[in-house]
């Protein structure tokens, strides 16, 4: 199987953090900032919809609402590029075909994770720091509050068309996409990329059989 724990806890706190400051429950803002952070602010703000709606909290309908929020956040993420990136130089000995099937595999891969984190998380504070521009790419500052931690976690968006779409999240220095990074590289190393895409295959069919809540 994909090996998680050879990148170690860090990557583990990425998803934490990044379950966190999307499930905001209550926030406060040091710096309104400018489009990119209103961009990371309003899906957020979809979000908290989402887990509010008292209709999709009824028995039988768990699995619309996971998929809503898969689809929210989906819709901020720019699982291409996100994708581009983690695979380092592999990325450029592929097919439009196979890198097609790549991202689709990492998409599965990252928001299956977040999305069991944000579903049973709550408590926190978002505290939406300051936004650093530089041509079409943004990072956005905050800090997640609890009664007992902080945690800085920085958004980086890339402006398309003048849609603002995260391609990383750095959780306490720690960047989400380098982490997976250095777990793909070292596989592809060691065995192959046939070697690496089979073990995200079988993550993907393994997340099909689970069983859904009722």
Known sequence: ??????????????????????????????????????????????????????????????????????????????????????????????????????????????????TDKIEGYSGEQVHYLNERLEADYAEVRTKVASDKTEIPLDYRLLNKSGDWRVYDVVVDGVSLVNNYRSQFTKIIRESSYADLLEKLREKSKKKSEQPQAP
């Open 1 to 114: 199987m994909l090996d998680v724990r050879s990148a170690g806890r860090t990557l583990l706190a990425c998803i934490r953090g990044l379950a966190a400051v999307i499930l905001l429950v209550g926030g406060a803002s040091a710096d309104p900032g400018g489009a990119a952070t209103e961009a990371v602010r309003s899906t957020i703000n979809e979000v908290i919809r989402v887990l509010k709606d008292a209709e999709l909290k009824k028995p039988g309908r768990a699995e619309e609402r996971r998929r809503l929020l898969e689809k929210v956040i989906g819709d901020r993420f720019n699982y291409e590029e996100m994708a581009r990136r983690a695979l380092g130089a592999q990325w450029n000995k592929l097919s439009d075909k196979e890198r097609q099937e790549f991202v689709d595999l990492f998409k599965g891969l990252l928001s299956g994770t977040y």
